[in-house]
T-cell receptor, first 112, second 114 residues
Framework: DSGVTQTPKHLITATGQRVTLRCSPR?????VYWYQQSLDQGLQFLIQYYNGEERAKGNILERFSAQQFPDLHSELNLSSLELGDSALYFC???????????FGQGTRLTVV | AQTVTQSQPEMSVQEAETVTLSCTYD???????LFWYKQPPSRQMILVIR??????QNATENRFSVNFQKAAKSFSLKISDSQLGDAAMYFCAYKVEYGNKLVFGAGTILRVKS
């Protein structure tokens, strides 16, 4: 158990819908990262928050947004979902930017 | 842009034998981190081993060791005394020292035969 908790584990939704994925980082970790794992694109970095503020952006679509709350948990919002958004979404956390990121178990999103 | 290449889509090893997974990367940075992550069927991403680029000594963690060749930009993972529980997808990853994101390779599926 990495100490990073993601909910839900599985999510099935229809095209055009909006979903929210939730992540609770390890106790004491200030950085939260979101990654997408798909068959087409592999593992790709989406976005990072550090202590409530956006720190870095990767290949995140405009239909996707994220935030980190004062209690340090984070949410990834995916809207206007398309079939191609079906993927495994990982959250990871680290104390700072020290390179050691711990991953949650992921949320499997299926868009039908 | 940094890239990570894993040229072996799939590897097989007999239980108790040794296997080496290959990884090369491209970067213009001098300070960075390299990692191997394991992803078993449970999907959990598990950190196997980590190497700081400024360290010449190769990292080891029990049965897992790396061969880090900085000039060649090569970072291979050696698994000794392979066990059935080692069967998984293995990802090589790179991170610049003061950067944020991990850049992953495409992964290598490791099968362990009994």
């Amino acid at each position: 158990d990495s100490g990073v908790t993601q909910t839900p584990k599985h999510l099935i939704t229809a095209t055009g819908q909006r979903v929210t994925l939730r992540c609770s980082p390890r106790s004491g970790d200030l950085s939260v990262y979101w990654y997408q794992q798909s068959l087409d694109q592999g593992l790709q970095f989406l976005i990072q928050y550090y202590n409530g503020e956006e720190r870095a952006k990767g290949n995140i679509l405009e239909r996707f947004s994220a935030q980190q709350f004062p209690d340090l948990h984070s949410e990834l919002n995916l809207s206007s979902l398309e079939l191609g958004d079906s993927a495994l979404y990982f959250c990871a956390s680290s104390v700072a930017d020290d390179g050691q990121a711990f991953f949650g178990q992921g949320t499997r999103l299926t868009v039908v | 842009a940094q890239t990570v290449t894993q040229s072996q889509p799939e590897m097989s090893v007999q239980e108790a034998e040794t296997v080496t997974l290959s990884c090369t990367y491209d970067t213009s940075e001098s300070d960075y981190y390299l990692f191997w992550y394991k992803q078993p069927p449970s999907r959990q991403m598990i950190l196997v081993i980590r190497q700081e680029a400024y360290k010449q000594q190769n990292a080891t963690e029990n049965r897992f060791s790396v061969n880090f060749q900085k000039a060649a930009k090569s970072f291979s993972l050696k698994i000794s005394d392979s066990q059935l529980g080692d069967a998984a997808m293995y990802f090589c990853a790179y991170k610049v020292e003061y950067g944020n994101k991990l850049v992953f390779g495409a992964g290598t599926i490791l099968r362990v035969k009994s």
